[in-house]
């Protein structure tokens, strides 16, 4: 079992920046394939990135956040990061980090994230 704590979400105008952070308890945490998803109000859970669950450094992106958010993680700290640049007021959602291993999900509780124009 493994427990994800999201943090960094907050109200910030279209054009900003914000980081979150993924706290992740338990000693494996370098075994999981880490990743971020998102969820606007109304629509369902998507996909927007996450490091291969092969060899947990290449990184994949959602083609809406390509190019404005960068996916990191620091394996001392048991913390995923999600760097976000250029925020659009699209981009509003609860954030939620995900960890997954073989084909197991973990989910945090999720932070909102809110872009005004």
């Known amino acids: 079992q493994v427990q994800l704590v999201e943090s960094g979400g907050g109200l910030v105008q279209a054009g900003g920046s914000l980081r979150l952070s993924c706290l992740t308890s338990?000693?494996?945490?370098?075994?999981?394939?880490m990743g971020w998803f998102r969820q606007a109000p109304g629509k369902e859970r998507e996909f927007v990135a996450r490091?291969?669950?092969?060899?947990?450094?290449?990184?994949y992106y959602a083609d809406s956040v390509k190019g404005r958010f960068t996916i990191s993680r620091d394996n001392a700290k048991n913390t995923v990061y999600l760097q976000m640049n250029s925020l659009k007021p699209e981009d509003t959602a609860i954030y939620y980090c995900?960890?997954?291993?073989?084909?197991?999900?973990?989910w945090g509780q999720g932070t909102q994230v809110t872009v005004s124009s």
């Open positions: 490091f291969s669950s092969k060899n947990g450094r290449s990184t």
């Open positions: 338990g000693r494996t945490f370098s075994s999981y394939a």
């Open positions: 995900n960890a997954r291993l073989a084909s197991t999900d973990f």
